[in-house]
Structure formats: C-alpha cells, structure tokens
C-alpha cells in the first residue's frame, strides 16, 4: 500500500523561530491535506493541498504531486503552534496517516 | 467549522462492559472513518464506509464494531471492555468524490476512553 513519511519525527525551537515540515508519498494521491493535533487531542484542518502552494497567516503549504512531496512552513512560531502535524492522503478513498511531526515551541 | 460530533468526550468504565462511542455529522457526507489513536501517536484506520448499509474493517485489527443505518450516524460498540481499549477513539466524513477529484477531511473531538 502506499507510504506516507513525515519528517522530522520529532522538533524542538525557541519561539519565534521558523520550521519545514515534510510529507513524503509513495504513490499519485488525489487529496493531500495538514492537520495540526493540540494538546487536547483535536485535529484541526489546516490546509487541503492536493498541489500548489496556499497561505493562511503564518502558515503555508506547497505540494509538488509530481514528486509526491508536501512541505508545510511555520514562521514567527509560537508556543502555541506546540502539538503534532500530521499529513494525511486520500488513495481509493482511503485516508492514510504519517507518524506526525511532534513540534514543541520553547517560550 | 466542521458539524461533526463526537459522544461521549471522556468515558471511563470496567473491564467487560458494553459500551457505544457516537459519531454524528450534519454535512450530508456518504464517507466517515473511525480511527484509533495512542496519545500524540499516529492514528490507526479501524472502520470505514462509503455510505448506508456499507462498512468496511481498516488496517488495524480491532474487536470493535459499526453500523451505518443512517447517512449521518456512524456509532461504534465495544461489546466487552478491556484495558487494552483504553486510547483515543477519532471519527471522521469527508464527501463522496471521484477518484480524481480530492474532498476535504473534517474530524470530530474524539473520545477519550479508559477502561479500568
């Protein structure tokens, strides 16, 4: 089946500082999209990417499809970016998970 | 905002008990998910279905089971509780769509089980 890989496992940053997060993906996908998981174990959309680039504040994602990788950028980070960042694809009507990036923002 | 709910949050029960995790969504949406997740782990596709009448078993084993007599509801039932069951329970719908064509994915808050 197909492979999602998010890296890196695990980030640790001071605040306001900035990130690259990346999504790796074995095969063509038709629905990429960026969660971020808060403390209290909610996932909460943050963009649905399947290609290009799109901006939400501090935020941004680029998917390359024909490369099969996504990028999500966090600039200015705060301690409230903390949690971990999943990419999730949509094959066959499958949802299929990364590992997460478990981001820790530093005050 | 996403109108999918999730009950109970929090659910702490004994070890054998029955117990029925709900899953509702008011989008009209013919596709919803139960995942199972370890905290700040990855999460685990258990069920699915494509619509009414229609489930389907996800990659991780589980001794649960779901119905989806309606379009809108997708409960979960443990029939006999064990310590092992203690995770998160995260439900999700996302609309029907060709294959060519990406939907967006909304979740629920999830319910946090403990089975003691």
């Known amino acids: 089946g197909i492979q999602v890989e998010q890296s890196p496992p695990d980030l640790i940053l001071q605040e306001g500082a900035n990130s690259t997060l990346r999504c790796n993906f074995s095969d063509s996908v038709n629905n990429l999209q960026w969660f971020h998981q808060n403390p209290w174990g909610q996932l909460i959309n943050l963009f649905y990417?399947?290609?290009g680039t799109k901006q939400n504040g501090r935020l941004s994602a680029t998917t390359v499809a024909t490369e099969r990788y996504s990028l999500l950028y966090i600039s200015s980070s705060q301690t409230t970016d903390s949690g971990v960042y999943f990419c999730?694809?949509?094959?066959?009507?499958?949802?299929?998970f990364g590992k997460g990036t478990r981001l820790h923002i530093l005050p | 905002e996403a109108d999918i709910y999730q009950t109970p949050r929090y659910l702490v029960i004994g070890t054998g008990k029955k117990i029925t995790l709900e899953c509702s969504q008011t989008?009209?949406?013919?596709?919803m998910y139960w995942y199972q997740q370890d905290p700040g782990m990855e999460l685990h596709l258990i069920h699915y279905s494509y619509g009414v009448n229609s489930t389907e078993k996800g990659d991780l084993s589980s001794e649960s089971t779901v119905s989806r007599i309606r379009t809108e509801h997708f409960p979960l039932t443990l029939e006999s509780a064990r310590p092992s069951h203690t995770s998160q329970y995260l439900c999700a719908s996302a609309p029907a769509g060709s294959r060519t064509s990406g939907n967006t994915i909304y979740f629920g808050e999830g319910s946090w089980l403990t089975v003691v």
């Open positions: 999730a694809v949509v094959l066959d009507d499958k949802i299929i």
């Open positions: 990417i399947p290609s």
């Open positions: 989008m009209g949406h013919d596709k």
